[in-house]
């Protein structure tokens, strides 16, 4: 008798097929390398609480999104990804940034999850980026392309599915319509530490846990939140000191958030201080 009967099996199709398509591509087709960083998280989270007052209700995702594009924008040579060729390999350089980012929700009463792109990221505001991720969660899904798209995929059969990626590996036109050039990851929830991401982008940040941790400042120690931070890059594209440029563009980025404080503008005086009064 067999001691653990088999309790069900199914073909690999649809919109499976499809995510095994971009891990197997990501396996295959990029030398992915990993480098871990921490963010201490104070200053970005007091100008997303003024920015939600002042301009408009935001979380911390479209700072990651936009911190993310401007540090490509600053490292332009690590906008690109690599593709075949009929003799060999090029590398295919970008002039915007796109990000991609995960999302799932319940469709027809089925959970599913897709790609998310922000197009453009660098060049939106804040508001902007916060109002396209609540479209992917929330939206009319017959609008959105890349819920269609999921969706068409879920009817095709394995074979069809990995056609899609082959394309995606020679044709840069063929796959930038459909995702972006590179990503950040997420689980929700946050009760892991670190999130290390696998993804056929040559970039891809993967945000991990925020927790209260004793760190020095100023020669004190003190209670800060920190976001503990997963770089992926692929090799073949991204050398070991472009990366590391990199995280110091990132974390400097959303330690500052001065892209999001220059949004704002100075801050805004008192109501007692802007009386004349004694408070």
């Known amino acids: ?15 499976e097929a499809y995510v095994y398509g971009l891990k197997a591509r990501a396996r295959d087709h990029h030398c992915l390398g990993y480098g871990t960083f921490s963010v201490d998280l104070e200053r970005p989270e007091q100008v997303r609480r003024r920015y939600s007052r002042e301009k408009a209700p935001i979380t911390m995702l479209p700072l990651y ?16 990804i690599l593709f075949k060729k009929p003799f060999g390999f090029r590398i295919v350089r970008f002039e915007r940034v796109d990000v991609n980012l995960p999302i799932t929700r319940v469709i027809s009463g089925r959970r599913i999850s897709f790609v998310g792109t922000i197009r453009d990221a660098a060049s939106k505001s804040l508001a902007e980026i916060q109002r396209e991720i609540a479209l992917y969660q929330k939206g009319p899904w017959e609008e959105s392309f890349a819920i ?25 036109g063929f796959y930038i ?26 970039l891809a940040i993967g945000i ?7 760190v020095v400042r100023s020669g004190e120690i003190v209670t800060r939140r920190i976001l503990k931070c997963v770089l992926m890059v692929d090799n073949f594209v991204i050398s070991g000191p472009t990366g590391a440029d990199l995280i110091r563009s990132f974390k400097g980025l959303l330690e500052s958030a001065e892209f999001a404080a220059a949004e704002l503008g100075p801050a805004r005086p008192s109501l007692a201080a802007g009386s004349g009064r004694s408070p």
């Open 1 to 15: 008798m067999n001691p653990n009967p088999i309790a069900s099996q199914r073909t690999l199709r649809g919109e």
């Open 208 to 214: 991990g846990a925020a927790v209260r941790e004793p």
């Open 177 to 202: 319509r459909n995702v972006g050039s590179c990503a950040i990851t997420y689980l929700e929830g946050g009760e892991y530490e670190r999130f290390y991401p696998i993804a056929p982008t040559s």
């Open 65 to 80: 999104v936009k911190a993310t594009a401007i540090a490509l924008e600053r490292n332009p040579e690590a906008n690109a």
């Open 148 to 172: 269609r798209r999921i969706l068409r995929f879920a009817r095709m059969p394995f074979w069809l599915a990995r056609l899609v990626h082959w394309r995606m590996t020679w044709s840069p």
